[in-house]
């Protein structure tokens, strides 16, 4: 069988809902090698996010995830212990290029106002306070694959904009059930380039 997915990088366009957790360090699995979760008084920064990426992405498809910070010696990382795609190739590509855990999951979504992943997370957006400009995002992932560690750049622009939201959390996400979120965010136009080029 071919190749069933794009090379890196991934050239990626849409629009997300994100919302940051403090959860119980005690909870989470153990990172990757090589890094450590970062902590606020025992507790990690966990963010959950709806993603939805349109054209003119390589690939078309929804996704919903949740992140834990951790650092290398002093330098931040994020690590994507839970995701789930609704597109084959998206989950066989984010597996092979990057070590990135991929599911499949079934998706309902409304643009900017609702995301639901099936079994898994759902969001409601009650209101936003736009944010001027475009804002450059960069940052690196970092996974694990076998003993090692894998780490990916990510850099881009989004626009984006505070929002009231309301979440509701089940089966593999159930850690984040009850918890309000720090800050939530809506990027309303985003442009992420995901791996090397």
Do not use: C, N
Not at 5 to 31: I, M, N
Not at 110 to 139: I, K, N
Not at 144 to 167: E, I, N
Request: charged share 25%; net charge positive; hydrophobic share 45%.
């Amino acid at each position: 069988m071919g190749v069933s997915y794009p090379p890196e990088p991934w050239d990626l366009h849409g629009q997300a809902v994100a919302s940051v957790f403090l959860v119980p360090v005690r909870s989470l699995p153990a990172p990757p090698p090589g890094t450590r979760v970062v902590s606020v008084a025992g507790r990690a920064v966990v963010t959950a996010a709806f993603f939805r990426y349109e054209e003119p992405s390589p690939l078309v498809y929804d996704e919903v995830m949740a992140t834990v910070l951790v650092r290398r010696g002093v330098r931040p990382r994020v690590w994507i212990p839970w995701i789930w795609v609704d597109s084959e190739a998206s989950r066989d590509g984010g597996r092979a290029l990057w070590a990135i855990p991929k599911d499949l999951a079934r998706f309902d979504v409304e643009p900017g106002r609702r995301h639901r992943g099936d079994g898994l997370a759902s969001v409601e957006v009650a209101r936003t306070v736009g944010l001027p400009g475009r804002w450059p995002l960069a940052f690196r992932v970092v996974q694990r694959r076998g003993g090692r560690s894998v780490v990916t750049s990510v850099r881009g622009r989004l626009r984006a904009q505070l929002l009231r939201t309301s979440w509701t959390f089940s089966g593999p996400l159930s850690l984040l059930a009850g918890r309000r979120p720090v800050v939530s965010v809506r990027a309303s136009r985003f442009r992420l380039l995901f791996g090397r080029g």
